[in-house]
């Protein structure tokens, strides 16, 4: 199944990927449209980096290919049914391009279903609103007082759909047609905006970013990976006692005894397995968007200057159970180099959320605290690269429950920090 990046991420500042998965929008609908941006220059930069991103996927690349031709059957083979009205319009606009009604999910008449709906809006736009019950995932704004719209739109020739997505200000045909002042249907408090946030200058925190198939695929690859040579295993201090956590590396391995990143495992003596390339993406893509972010809300020219960019090397997977936990502590062996710098360091958790402290001294009296939720990463580089940070509690069946039953993953917690030697 291919990744659902493609549309969601085009306005990637304030969506996550995971809104188009926990839409369950299909994954052919999502992936093989030829995708036009309208943006504002400012957000064109994560909104291509996500569809570089994506395009780099293998899983995506080749399902683009394949599935372009028949795309619109297949969305109707997932789970709903299209439709091409081109009577709903006297306007010999809408007649050229006929409006695509799309419904996706279960029909109407499954009463416990979820439905999500690609539907015409106006007469005169075509314009597609994709919006989600509401939940508390529904960050997706629609329409004149969100910030999405996806027009779906067929060409006369008839096999080559685009998809637009344009922000509040978007500059397409909409503009001028009469101004309709839209009801939105999405819940007010989450609107999307307020889902990434600068905790502090250089460390940002991408809410719900990662699309729950994303998550899956991650796990996955930590099973497999952490089953092999290499893989997690309990590990120990060198005064003997040992970290509530179990561990496995990439790239690099840290001992946690010597405090160093060696070539081999401390406990197999096997290097250990190198960084998916789909990591790396996820992890050029969050440092794109948190740069995003910050441009959005600073004076400063160049967000690097605040964060500065990296390309990680290593990776520790940290895997909590339920009674898991981290002391307060600074990231602090990776080399002197990275250090000057202040290269970040990427977290991405998964599973069961966690508490999270973050200070500038040892102390969890006062520590800032923010809970991390499964598909959050978080960013900590430039200013705060040498923050205090801990996780004193794992909150218990807090994991996505689709996320346990699609993987089998114990309950607990799995997070992965990206640093760059
Ligand atoms: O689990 C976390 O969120 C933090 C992990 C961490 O700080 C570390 O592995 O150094
Ligand atoms: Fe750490």
Request: aromatic residues 6%.
């Amino acid at each position: 199944m291919p990744s659902l990046r493609g549309i969601v991420r085009s306005q990637l500042c304030r969506l996550s990927t995971a809104d188009c998965v926990s839409r369950q929008i299909p994954p052919p609908f999502c992936t093989s449209k030829k995708i036009t941006f309208a943006q504002k220059p400012s957000s064109n930069r994560a909104a291509n980096s996500s569809i570089a991103a994506d395009m780099a996927s293998s899983n995506v690349t080749s399902s683009v290919k394949q599935r372009r031709s028949s795309q619109f059957s297949q969305a109707m083979e997932y789970s709903g049914t299209a439709s091409v009205n081109k009577e709903q319009s006297q306007s010999s606009y809408a007649k050229d391009f006929p409006t695509l009604t799309v419904s996706i999910g279960s029909s109407s008449k499954g009463r416990n279903s979820k439905r999500y709906d690609v539907v015409n809006s106006s007469e005169h736009e075509g314009v597609a609103n994709i919006a989600s019950p509401q939940n508390k995932s529904s960050t997706f704004s629609v329409g004149h007082n969100g910030k999405k719209n996806v027009n779906v739109r067929k060409s006369p020739s008839g096999n080559s759909e685009s998809v637009r997505v344009v922000g509040n200000n978007g500059s397409d045909c909409s503009e001028s047609l009469p101004k309709v002042e839209r009801f939105n249907i999405c819940s007010p408090v989450t609107r999307d905006s307020h889902i990434q946030r600068v905790l502090r200058p250089g460390m940002v925190l991408l809410k719900r970013y990662i699309s729950l198939y994303e998550q899956i695929n991650i796990v996955k690859t930590c099973q497999t990976l952490g089953a092999g040579p290499g893989g997690f295993y309990r590990p120990g201090y060198k005064d003997g006692a040992k970290l509530c956590l179990n561990m496995m590396c990439l790239g690099l391995n840290w001992n946690p005894q010597t405090r160093n990143y060696d070539k081999r495992h401390p406990v197999d003596d096997c290097e250990p397995p190198s960084i998916p390339f789909e990591f790396q993406m996820l992890v050029q893509r969050a440092i794109q968007d948190a740069h995003c972010l910050i441009d959005k809300h600073s004076t400063v020219s160049n967000a690097e200057d605040i964060l500065p960019s990296m390309s990680p090397d290593l990776c520790i997977i940290n895997f909590y159970t339920t009674h898991g936990r981290l002391g307060l502590h600074q990231d602090r062996d990776e080399s002197k180099k990275s250090l000057r710098k202040r290269l970040p360091v990427v977290s991405v958790s998964i599973g069961h959320s966690a508490e999270f402290l973050y200070s500038d001294q040892r102390s969890e009296d006062q520590a800032d605290k923010v809970v991390l939720d499964s598909g959050d990463v978080l960013i900590f580089g430039g200013e705060s690269r040498m923050v205090f940070h801990g996780v004193p509690y794992i909150i218990p069946n807090s994991a996505p429950r689709d996320l346990l039953a699609e993987t089998g993953l114990r309950h607990g917690r799995l997070n992965l920090t990206f640093r760059q030697l």
